[in-house]
């Protein structure tokens, strides 16, 4: 919540499941980036500012079957996030 992955010690491309509350839209981008596997997400998205570039291309995430969205307040922020990530295999 609020802090940049890379002082996070855990092994990222190890997560199947993962919850991301009080996030900006660039820290979103970032997790993704950096956990391949994951097949459950939910997110809480609070502002499109932050630090690292929002990428020019579509974020994959083969693996993703479920994705919950929360208390996202901003058409524009619920858009990037369609728009910027590939979901071939989202059920829910």
Same mark, same amino acid.
């Given at each position: 919540?609020g802090w940049?992955?890379?002082?996070?010690?855990?092994?990222? @491309? @190890?997560?199947?499941?993962?919850?991301?509350?009080?996030l =900006?839209?660039d820290?979103?981008? #970032?997790?993704?980036q950096?956990?391949?596997?994951?097949? =459950?997400?939910?997110?809480h998205? =609070?502002?499109?500012s932050? @630090?690292f570039?929002?990428?020019?291309?579509?974020?994959a995430?083969?693996?993703?079957?479920?994705? #919950?969205?929360w208390?996202?307040?901003? #058409?524009?922020v619920?858009?990037q996030?369609?728009?910027?990530?590939?979901?071939? =295999?989202l #059920?829910?």
């Amino acid at each position: 919540m609020g802090w940049s992955l890379k002082y996070i010690d855990i092994l990222w @491309n @190890n997560l199947t499941v993962v919850h991301l509350a009080s996030l =900006t839209l660039d820290k979103f981008f #970032e997790a993704l980036q950096q956990t391949p596997y994951l097949a =459950t997400i939910t997110l809480h998205i =609070t502002s499109l500012s932050g @630090n690292f570039s929002i990428p020019n291309t579509r974020i994959a995430c083969p693996h993703v079957r479920s994705l #919950e969205l929360w208390f996202i307040e901003s #058409e524009v922020v619920l858009g990037q996030v369609f728009n910027l990530v590939c979901l071939p =295999t989202l #059920e829910h």
